[in-house]
């Protein structure tokens, strides 16, 4: 019975181990992978995530040219784990650093950041607004938070997009059926909880965007 008791007692304490360690693993893939990568740097494990996604680049000297809205617009980068996500995100600039007039987006990979796409067409955007001091930060929490999965109702996220502007930023959160009221208002209070925001925000319909342009009014708000 002793000697039973005593190698049950060892394996609490090699499992406590292990998740110790494991922990630490996380905790270093979280920071980029900036731990000790000294011994078995030759076997990454890949985490996969639920969705590939795609980042998209508006150029501003691009768009005072173009003949279409968004036909500016242009893919750049598509990752499928957590790996590839930091690999991508430690070496594109961020928000506070691109030229005013830029937009980044990060949508599901095949849906493009349009109104004119099949799934984005009958949807919609919320959209908070963020001096250029916490842009930088809220624009990752809100990535971390649409490729981890973190919104009740993440099916319905299609991607999101931070306009850089002179004086502020803007991101919006796109989803897919802007008449889904239930779904908008889960949405819009989980982001609002992520970013510990603290001021109203709307939602849009893109049919009403299209038609109206800035004249457009919000359906909802929290």
Not at 51 to 70: L, Y
Request: charged share 30%.
């Amino acid at each position: 019975m002793v000697e039973e008791a005593a190698k049950s007692e060892d394996l609490k304490t090699n499992n406590a181990r292990n998740k110790q360690r494991g922990v630490r693993s996380d905790r270093q893939e979280a920071e980029g992978g900036r731990g000790d990568t000294s011994a078995g740097t030759d076997i990454i494990k890949r985490h996969p995530l639920e969705h590939s996604w795609t980042f998209w680049f508006d150029n501003p000297s691009a768009k005072s040219k173009q003949v279409a809205w968004g036909s500016s617009i242009r893919p750049i980068y598509t990752f499928s784990t957590v790996e590839e996500f930091w690999s991508l995100y430690n070496n594109i600039h961020r928000p506070s650093r691109l030229a005013s007039g830029a937009d980044l987006h990060c949508f599901k990979n095949r849906i493009e950041p349009k109104w004119e796409d099949p799934v984005c067409t009958g949807g919609g955007k919320w959209t908070m607004t963020f001096p250029k001091s916490k842009s930088d930060t809220c624009w990752l929490y809100t990535l971390l938070a649409m490729i981890g999965e973190q919104f009740d109702h993440g099916d319905e996220i299609c991607g999101a997009v931070v306009n850089v502007r002179s004086r502020q930023e803007k991101i919006a959160l796109w989803t897919k059926n802007a008449a889904n009221e239930t779904a908008q208002m889960s949405i819009g209070k989980q982001w609002k909880e992520l970013l510990d925001y603290n001021d109203m925000i709307g939602f849009i319909f893109h049919e009403d965007a299209k038609k109206l342009d800035r004249g457009a009014k919000n359906k909802y708000t929290t």
